[in-house]
C-alpha cells in the first residue's frame, strides 16, 4: 500500500509541473502585449507600462521567471492581484472555505439522491420506478445549473420567501446553491449506480444471501449496495472536480462570496495574477483530491492489487 | 471499411437486385443493421425528433421569427407574454420568442463547431498516440494528462480568458477543452486495433502508415467516435451557455441563450419571462442531444453503456 501510494504520488508530480508550465504560459499566450492589456482601461504612460513589466518580470528570460514563478509558487507565494495589490494566496484563502463548503454541500445532495435513484431504478429494473429514475436523470444532466438556479430563486426566494436569494452565511444561503449545483452530478451517480447495482444483483453471493433467507432489505444494502458502491467512488473525485469548478458558475447566479466568483472577476478585470493563482491552486488541488480518491479506492476494495 | 455512407449502400445496390450473392436480402451494411435497431429505439427517436426539429428552427429563423432578434423598442419593454409576443419582451423591448427563435442556430453551431475541433483534433491526438507507441505516446498522453487536470469548465475557462471573450473565441475553448476525451477514448480503441492480424498483414506487406491508420484503424473507432461526438455536443452546449452566461462568450446584442438568460436575471421579479424561455431552450437542446445520443451509444456500442 505504501509503495502503491508512492508510486502514484511519482506519477502525479509530471502533471503538476505541467499543470505550473501552463499557467505560467498563459501570460505568453494573450495575444498582443499582456502588461497593455492588463491595464487597458487606465491611462497608460510608458513609464508606466515599464514599470509593470518590471514588477511581474516580464523583462526577463522566459526560464528564469518560470523558475521564480514555481518558486514561489512552492513557498505559498502566488503573486499579488494587479487591482488591489492582495496576495493572491490570501484572497485565494479567504475564500477557499465558502467554495469547499458549497462543492461539499452539492456533493453530499448529489450522492444521496443519486445513489438512492440508481439502487431504485436498479431493484426494480425496467418498472415505472425505473423508468422515472432514469427520466429524472435524463432531465438532470440537461438542465443548464445556472437556470435552475434561478428558477429555484424565483420560486423559493422571489415568490415564497423561503429562502434568501442571494450571499453567503449560514445554511439557508447554502440549500439552493447546492442544489442547482449537485443535479447534473446526481444524475451521473444515479447512471453508474444502477448499471453497477444490476451488475452486483447478478452475482451468485446475492443468490447465496437471498436462498439463507435475508430480509431483501439486508440483501440489497449490505450486499449488493456496498459492493455496487465501489466503481462510484472513483467518479466522486472526478465529480468533485466538475462541482468546483461549477461554483464559477453557480457563485455569479447566486451572489456568493467564492474563489469560483474571485476568478470571474478576475477574469473580467484582466487580473492576470489573480486569474493564474485562482487557475493553479484548483488545478493542482484537483490533481490531489483525485489521488486520494485513488488511495481511498484501493483501500476499500481489497481486490485490488497495486504493483 | 464498414459502409457509413449512403454512396457505398448505392454502390451496392446492383449486387443486391441481382439477388444472386444475397438471395435472401440480409442486410449487409453496417448501416442496415443498424438501421431498424435504431428506429425501434424509442429514446434516439424522440431525440432525433428534437434535434431535427431544432435544426429546422435555426434555418428558417427569419420565417419564423415575426421581429427582429435585435431590434430595440423602449415603449415596448418589459411585456409579458401576448399574441404578438408569445415569449414576452425583454428590458430593451426586443421580442424574447424571436432572440430564442434566433439563438437556436447559435446554440446548435456553437455545439457542432466545438465538438468537431475536439474531436478532430482528439482523434488525431488519439491514432498518433495509440499507433506510435513509445515516447510519442509518452509524451502526447502527459500532454492530455495536464489537460485534464483542469476540472470541468475550468480549462475552458482558463482559455477564453487568454483568447478574449467573443463567441468564435468560445468555440475553440470549449473546443480544446474536450479534446482529452476523444484522444483517450480513441487511443484506448487502436490499442486493441493495432493488434490484429490484418493490421500486421498489412504492415508486413508495405502498406504505407498513413494508409494503415485511415483504412484499417480509423473505422474500428468510429462508432465510439459519433456516440461520444453525439453526448458531448450537450456538453459543449452547456458549457458554452455557461461562459455566455458569467460574461465570458457571446457578447451583445447577440441573442445567445446563456447571455439572455443572464441579461434577464436582473428583472427576474417582475419579467420572469427573458430568463424562463432561454433556459427552456437550453434544456430542450441539450436533452434532445442526449436522447439521441444515449440511443446511438444503445445501438452502435453497446460496451460504453453506463
Do not use: C
Not at chain 2, 221 to 247: C, D, E, N, R, Y
Request: hydrophobic residues 55%; positive net charge.
Amino acid at each position: 500500500m505504501v509503495r502503491y501510494i508512492a508510486a502514484r504520488l511519482l506519477a502525479t508530480l509530471p502533471v503538476v509541473f505541467g499543470v505550473t508550465l501552463a499557467v505560467f504560459s498563459m501570460l505568453y499566450l494573450v495575444p498582443g502585449d499582456p502588461v497593455k492589456m492588463m491595464l487597458s482601461e487606465f491611462i497608460t504612460s510608458p513609464d508606466q507600462v515599464a514599470r509593470m513589466r518590471a514588477q511581474l518580470h516580464l523583462d526577463e528570460p522566459f526560464a528564469r521567471q518560470y523558475g521564480r514563478f514555481i518558486w514561489s509558487a512552492a513557498h505559498g507565494d502566488l503573486g499579488r492581484s494587479i487591482r488591489d495589490r492582495r496576495p493572491v494566496a490570501a484572497e485565494i484563502l479567504e475564500l477557499l472555505p465558502d467554495t469547499v463548503q458549497l462543492a461539499v454541500a452539492a456533493l453530499a445532495f448529489a450522492a444521496a439522491l443519486g445513489i438512492s435513484l440508481g439502487v431504485v431504478a436498479a431493484v426494480r429494473q425496467n418498472s415505472w420506478w425505473d423508468l422515472s429514475s432514469m427520466a429524472v436523470a435524463l432531465a438532470g444532466v440537461s438542465v443548464p445549473s445556472f437556470w435552475l438556479g434561478l428558477i429555484l430563486i424565483f420560486v423559493f426566494s422571489l415568490r415564497l420567501g423561503w429562502l434568501p436569494a442571494t450571499g453567503g452565511g449560514g445554511v439557508s444561503h447554502l440549500v439552493m446553491p447546492a442544489l442547482a449545483l449537485g443535479l447534473g452530478a446526481s444524475a451521473i451517480i444515479a447512471r453508474l449506480t444502477r448499471s453497477s447495482m444490476l451488475d452486483v444483483l447478478r452475482m451468485e453471493y446475492i443468490t447465496t444471501a437471498r436462498a439463507k433467507g435475508l430480509a431483501a432489505p439486508a440483501v440489497v444494502l449490505r450486499h449488493g449496495l456496498l459492493n455496487a458502491l465501489i466503481p462510484t467512488i472513483t467518479i466522486f473525485g472526478l465529480q468533485f472536480g466538475n462541482l468546483l469548478a461549477g461554483t464559477v458558475i453557480i457563485e455569479t447566479v447566486f451572489g456568493r462570496p467564492g474563489i469560483g466568483r474571485l476568478l470571474v472577476n478576475a477574469i473580467l478585470n484582466k487580473d492576470f495574477p489573480l486569474v493564474q493563482g485562482v487557475v493553479l491552486f484548483v488545478a493542482v488541488g484537483y490533481v490531489l483530491v483525485n489521488l486520494a480518491v485513488d488511495v481511498v479506492y484501493a483501500a476499500v476494495d481489497p481486490r485490488i492489487r497495486y504493483g | 471499411m464498414p459502409r457509413w455512407t449512403p454512396a457505398y449502400d448505392m454502390a451496392d445496390a446492383p449486387s443486391a437486385l441481382a439477388g444472386t450473392a444475397h438471395p435472401a436480402r440480409a442486410p449487409r451494411t453496417r448501416w442496415q443493421m443498424l438501421a431498424p435497431r435504431l428506429r425501434r429505439h424509442r429514446g434516439a427517436l424522440v431525440g432525433l425528433g428534437i434535434v431535427t426539429a431544432l435544426a429546422a428552427v435555426a434555418a428558417f429563423q427569419n420565417l419564423l421569427a415575426p421581429h427582429s432578434p435585435t431590434r430595440i423598442d423602449v415603449t415596448a419593454a418589459l411585456e409579458g407574454p401576448s399574441r404578438a409576443h408569445p415569449m414576452g419582451t425583454d428590458q430593451y423591448g426586443r421580442d424574447v420568442y424571436s432572440r430564442v427563435v434566433h439563438g437556436s442556430g447559435i446554440s446548435l453551431s456553437v455545439g457542432a463547431i466545438s465538438v468537431g475541433i475536439a474531436a478532430t483534433v482528439g482523434t488525431a491526438v488519439g491514432l498518433v498516440a495509440g499507433y506510435a507507441g513509445g515516447l510519442v505516446d509518452g509524451v502526447l498522453m502527459r500532454v492530455i494528462d495536464v489537460m485534464l487536470a483542469f476540472p470541468g469548465i475550468l480549462l475552458a475557462l482558463g482559455i477564453v480568458s487568454v483568447l478574449g471573450p467573443s463567441l468564435r473565441n468560445l468555440m475553440i475553448a470549449v473546443g480544446i477543452a474536450a479534446i482529452p476525451f476523444y484522444a483517450r477514448l480513441v487511443r484506448g480503441s487502436v490499442l486493441v486495433a493495432k493488434q490484429q492480424l490484418y493490421v500486421d498483414a498489412a504492415r508486413v506487406i508495405g502498406v504505407p502508415v498513413r494508409v494503415i491508420l485511415a483504412r484499417h484503424i480509423l473505422p474500428n473507432v468510429v462508432a465510439p467516435i459519433i456516440v461520444a461526438a453525439t453526448l458531448g455536443m450537450g456538453t459543449a452546449i452547456l458549457s458554452a451557455a455557461a461562459l455566455s452566461f458569467i460574461g465570458l462568450g457571446s457578447q451583445p446584442p447577440t441573442p445567445e441563450w446563456g447571455r439572455m438568460l443572464s441579461e434577464g436575471r436582473d428583472y427576474l421579479r417582475d419579467a420572469w419571462w427573458i430568463s424562463t424561455f432561454p433556459g427552456l431552450a437550453i434544456m430542450l437542446t441539450v436533452l434532445g442531444v442526449n436522447m439521441l445520443g444515449d440511443g446511438l451509444r444503445d445501438v452502435l456500442d453497446p460496451r460504453l453503456r453506463v
